[in-house]
Every structure is written in structure tokens, then in C-alpha cells.
């Protein structure tokens, strides 16, 4: 790996660094890093969260804080995460600054757009905060009624404007992405020349296109219920519960593969230039994802198995829920092929795409387990669901965030950053994961209930070790805030292309890119990821 001598000259900021120009701006790539900075603050925030129920739960008794601030910790930590990390933090931080760069544009196609959703995803995001410190939400992140239409007192018609807010961000970045997929790709750049990344991204823009604005109706209608009294999902007023249940999953599982697609999309990229060859099956990969955006939509009912639903209707979805675990299992058995006599490298991008195959692989498999409509009345509701749900977000999501920004950290700052201390980030992380979340599969199997205050004195040795395992993630995830900042004064110049890696971003754009990206218009005469004369 070459690095120039000569001064970084990051070219994209402009030479301007003023509050005001970075507040106006409609370059894509500055756009990124003020999302990237919004995304690492919330993440911040839910962590802290997550922290404090943990310490909650070492001990069987409340004695840390109270019922109630419970109940708000852990509703307050999953609505931070999924709507303000999860969801945005691969498409609104990777997608945003790479795209164009991949298919030879000079920005995003509404480029004012782009701008917009960002404001309109800080408004979310402090509308969120705000009802945090108005009185909390302790409904569950779901916001399930009656629990949140009738029985709370808390923030939750705050909550819901939030979340109806933030999702005109996911709409308009999803519109942005597809048009400019469709309109600006460079000359010779068909589809099936197209990076997987760039596949990854046209399909989450689809579910947000057509996901999004379901979840912000229902909770239009719910706010309409609380605050005005029509009967709408209240039983008393002559409401349905149950219909909030099947709106609200109709998004939220989808939703899933918003926040999982575009990570996929990165570990595609990261194992052909790391493998040295172009990855089996491209056309497969490609496929699945789409496959994935469209099978996605008809499995919601798998969170209704004990909700009224039907048992016909329970055996439609369970089938449905085992169907979308193809496309996903594809692509794991692709990428595994693509290593296979490859020439790899083992930087550190490269081991999260490892720690990314292994951790998601265990949470798709388990949840084939839920997926059971006789195994999921025992598991239902338990800590074998949470352990399931945080292995494919947390083990999949963020590991392969966590691997883009370790990838592109070079064509993002133009610095390279300490690859030892980012090893040992990785390894602090993957020991963390698993010895957080492993035992609460134990925990669920037993019967230990999720979302509850206190528990069996029995269930508190693997309690323990998951608070103690959350202690070493956080600490994991800590370091690269720290190396990371280190390195844009002190870290090592990147050369334009660090990795040797092949695609437009690399091969093209300066590193860092200028503000219009590329000298002239690419033109495109070679399939994605020609590694093959390079691979031995």
C-alpha cells in the first residue's frame, strides 16, 4: 500500500470552511460528513442508553433506576437506533458520498433535495431528543396500542411527529438515489456493469420509496387518535389494536432490509478488492438484492403469529419468512466463493467483512427458528428475539458500516489511519458482540422475557456476562472515534488508490475527489471488479 509524500489537499471542502458554507452546501460529499456527524452523535446517544439498562439488568432487582426510567431507556434506545442510526447510517453517510462517485456523476440528481433531507432529518432527530427530556416514551420502540393510544402518558405524540418527519428524509434521499441510478450513469456504464454497492442502494431506495410512507401514515393516524379521540386502533373507542400491528410491520420489516441491503452492498465491494477478483455470481448478487426489496414486502405477518392472526394466515407468512432467507443466503455463499482462492489481503476492512459473514449468518439462522410458528410460541417476546434482532442489526449492519468507513476512510479524508489500533477496534467489537448477545439466546430459550425490569435470580450469571460484554462493545466502538480524528492531522497521506482497488471512486476521482468529482465525463469499457488477470 503506496502513500504520497505531498500535502493532502481535501478538495471538496473547498478551501472554505466557514459554518455557513458547510450549512449551505449541495455537494454530496460534504452532505455525507455532516450526516456521518448527526449519525455518530445519535449513535452516541442510544449506546449511553444501552449502557444504562445493561448495568440495570446485572441484578435480578431494580436497582439502578426506576420502573418507569426503565421502560424509557430501552424504548428510547431502540427508537434512536433504528430510525436515527440503523436506517440512515450506511445510504445517508456511504451511499451519499459514493454514488455518483461510482457511476461517474457529478453529484446526485437534486442536489437542493439532498440538502433538505438532511435538515429534515436533524429536525427529526431533535424532536426526538426533545421528547426524550419532556417526559420520555415507555411504550417500546414499536409503539404498539393501546399501549401508546391509550395507557401512556408520555411523549408519544412528539415521538410520532418525529418519526413521521424523519421519514421524508428516507423518501427523499430513496427518490434521489433512483434517479440518479437511472439518469447520470457515466458512458458505458450499463446495469451489469453496475457495483454491487450501486445495486444494494437502487434496492433500499425502492423500500423507502414504497415503505416509508406507510409507517408515516400510521403514525399520522395514531397521533390523529391520541389527540383528537377517533377510534382507531383503541379497542374502547372501537378500534383495532391489531391493525396498528399490521400497518406498522408492513414498514418495519422491510425496513429491516433498508438498514441491511446497503451493508451488503459495501461487503460486496470490500471482498472483490481484497480477494483480488471480481465476485462470483455478480449477476446472482445483483438479483437477490432486488429479490430481497420485493419478497420483503410479504413476510410482515411473521410478527402476528400470536397477535388474532389466523393460523392459515400464520402458515402463508412462515412459508414466505423461509423464501426471503434465499436471496440473503446467496449472497453469503457468494461472497464465500469469491474468497475462495483469492488473494487476500487482511487489512482491516477485510475482517469486518469476516466478523460481518459469521454474525449474520447466526442471526438469519435463528431466525429461521422464529420464523416457526410452533417454535415461535415458546420464543415469542423473549431475549432469544432480541439476541436474534441485534445479530443481523448490530453484527450485520454495523459491521458492515464499520467496514465501509474503514475502506473508504482514505478517499473520504485523504488519510490513511493506524491500522493496528483499527485491528484491535475489531477485535474488542467482535469478543464484545458475541459475549453480549450470545447468552441472551440462552436467556430466550429459558424464558427470560424481553422488556422486563427485573428477573429470575437464576438468569443473573448470563445477565452478567452480557453486561459485561456490552462494556467491552462500547469500548470497541469508542477507539475508532478516536483514531479515526487522530488521523485527519496525523495520519499517513493516502495515495488515489490505497487498496489497488478497481471501480470509478478509485480509479478516477482524486482522493480526496473534487467538488465536481472528476476532471471530465469516465467512460466506462470494462465489467465491474475486473480483478481476474490479478488474482492468483
Not at 196 to 224: E, N, Q, R
Not at 456 to 470: C, I, K, R
Not at 501 to 512: C, F, M
Request: proline share 5%; charged share 10%; with cysteine.
Amino acid at each position: 500500500m503506496s502513500n504520497d509524500t505531498s500535502s493532502p489537499k481535501v478538495n471538496y471542502l473547498n478551501n472554505d470552511y466557514s459554518i455557513k458554507s458547510w450549512l449551505l452546501t449541495v455537494d454530496h460529499k460534504r452532505i455525507a460528513i455532516l450526516y456521518l456527524i448527526a449519525i455518530s452523535f445519535f449513535f452516541l446517544v442510544g449506546g449511553l442508553m444501552a449502557v444504562l439498562f445493561r448495568f440495570e439488568l446485572a441484578t435480578p432487582q431494580g436497582d439502578l433506576v426506576s420502573a418507569e426510567t426503565y421502560n424509557k431507556l430501552f424504548t428510547m434506545h431502540g427508537m434512536v437506533m433504528v430510525f436515527f442510526f440503523l436506517i440512515p447510517s450506511v445510504p445517508a453517510v456511504l451511499g451519499n458520498f459514493l454514488l455518483p462517485l461510482m457511476i461517474g456523476a457529478k453529484d446526485v440528481a437534486f442536489p437542493r433535495l439532498n440538502l433538505a433531507s438532511w435538515y429534515i432529518y436533524m429536525l427529526g432527530g431533535t424532536l426526538t431528543i426533545f421528547a426524550a427530556i419532556s417526559g420520555g416514551i415507555d411504550t417500546g420502540w414499536t409503539f404498539y396500542t393501546p399501549y401508546s393510544s391509550t395507557y401512556a402518558n408520555t411523549a408519544v405524540v412528539t415521538a410520532g411527529i418525529a418519526v413521521f418527519i424523519t421519514g421524508f428524509s428516507s423518501i427523499l434521499t430513496g427518490l434521489n438515489f433512483l434517479v440518479t441510478i437511472h439518469k447520470l450513469r457515466a458512458p458505458g456504464l450499463t446495469w451489469s456493469r453496475l457495483p454491487l454497492f450501486v445495486w444494494a442502494h437502487y434496492a433500499t431506495s425502492i423500500i423507502m420509496l414504497l415503505g416509508t410512507p406507510v409507517l408515516a401514515i400510521t403514525v399520522a393516524l395514531l397521533a390523529v387518535e391520541r389527540g383528537l379521540g377517533f377510534g382507531i386502533f383503541d379497542p374502547n373507542l372501537g378500534g383495532d389494536p391489531v391493525l396498528f400491528q399490521h400497518l406498522f410491520w408492513f414498514y418495519s420489516h422491510p425496513a429491516v432490509y433498508i438498514m441491511i441491503l446497503p451493508s451488503m452492498g459495501v461487503i460486496s465491494e470490500i471482498v472483490a478488492a481484497f480477494c483480488r477478483k471480481r465476485v462470483f455470481g455478480y449477476t446472482f448478487v445483483a438479483a437477490s438484492s432486488l429479490a430481497i426489496a420485493v419478497i420483503g414486502f410479504f413476510v410482515w405477518g411473521h410478527h402476528l403469529f400470536l397477535s388474532s392472526q389466523s393460523v392459515f394466515a400464520g402458515m402463508v407468512f412462515s412459508f414466505l419468512s423461509y423464501i426471503v432467507a434465499v436471496p440473503s443466503a446467496i449472497k453469503v455463499f457468494n461472497w464465500t466463493a469469491t474468497m475462495f482462492r483469492g488473494s487476500i489481503s487482511w487489512e482491516t476492512p477485510m475482517l469486518y467483512v469476516l466478523g460481518f459473514i459469521g454474525l449474520f449468518s447466526i442471526g438469519g439462522l435463528t431466525g429461521l427458528f422464529l420464523a416457526n410458528l410452533a417454535v415461535d410460541v415458546h420464543l415469542h417476546d423473549t431475549y432469544f428475539v432480541v439476541a436474534h434482532f441485534h445479530y443481523v442489526m448490530v453484527g450485520g449492519v454495523i459491521m458492515g458500516y464499520m467496514g465501509g468507513l474503514h475502506y473508504y476512510w482514505p478517499k473520504i479524508t485523504g488519510r490513511m489511519y493506524n491500522e493496528f489500533w483499527a485491528k484491535i477496534s475489531f477485535l474488542l467489537i467482535f469478543v464484545g458482540f458475541n459475549l453480549t448477545f450470545l447468552p441472551q439466546f440462552v436467556l430466550g430459550q429459558l424464558g427470560m422475557p424481553r422488556r422486563y425490569y427485573f428477573y429470575d435470580a437464576e438468569w443473573q450469571t448470563l445477565n452478567v456476562l452480557s453486561s459485561a460484554g456490552a462494556s467491552v462493545l462500547g469500548i470497541g466502538y469508542l477507539l475508532p472515534v478516536i483514531y479515526f480524528l487522530y488521523s485527519l492531522k496525523n495520519g499517513k497521506i493516502a495515495s488515489q488508490n490505497p487498496w489497488g482497488a478497481k471501480g470509478l471512486e478509485w480509479e478516477v476521482a482524486d482522493t480526496p475527489p473534487d467538488p465536481h468529482n472528476f476532471h471530465e465525463i469516465p467512460v466506462v469499457t470494462e465489467e465491474a471488479y475486473a480483478y481476474a488477470k490479478e488474482a492468483h
